[in-house]
């Protein structure tokens, strides 16, 4: 594991990918809609989980939906969990309401 991991957009699939070393290491699902993003679901793979890699595909996945002007809607518990830690994202995100706890 010499390869720093990357983050991928693929539009066509509707997912953020991690990957690490030429291996699909985690996704970020999302749909579109309009001017926002909805984060629906977001999984690591077992052999790769301890490594914070978690953190990288959240960092990564809203880093671009920020640059590319979306609102994000964190319908998924890891990232709305991840926006609670990380205020800086706070003004480009819309909480659906069983998420603002």
Known sequence: MG???????N???????LWADEELAGIAEYRTQGERIVFTH???GEAFGGRGFG???AAGAL??????GLTIVPECPFIAAYLKK????A????????ARQ
């Not at 390869?3 to 957009?9: D, I, L, N, T």
């Not at 003004?91 to 069983?98: C, D, G, R």
């Open 42 to 44: 977001t999984e690591v």
């Open 63 to 68: 880093d671009d939906a920020v640059e590319r």
């Open 91 to 98: 003004e480009h995100v819309h909480w659906p309401p069983e």
């Open 3 to 9: 390869m720093e991991p990357k983050v991928v957009r």
């Open 86 to 89: 990380h205020p800086e994202y």
């Open 11 to 17: 539009d066509e699939q509707g997912r953020y990918e």
């Open 55 to 57: 953190r990288v595909i």
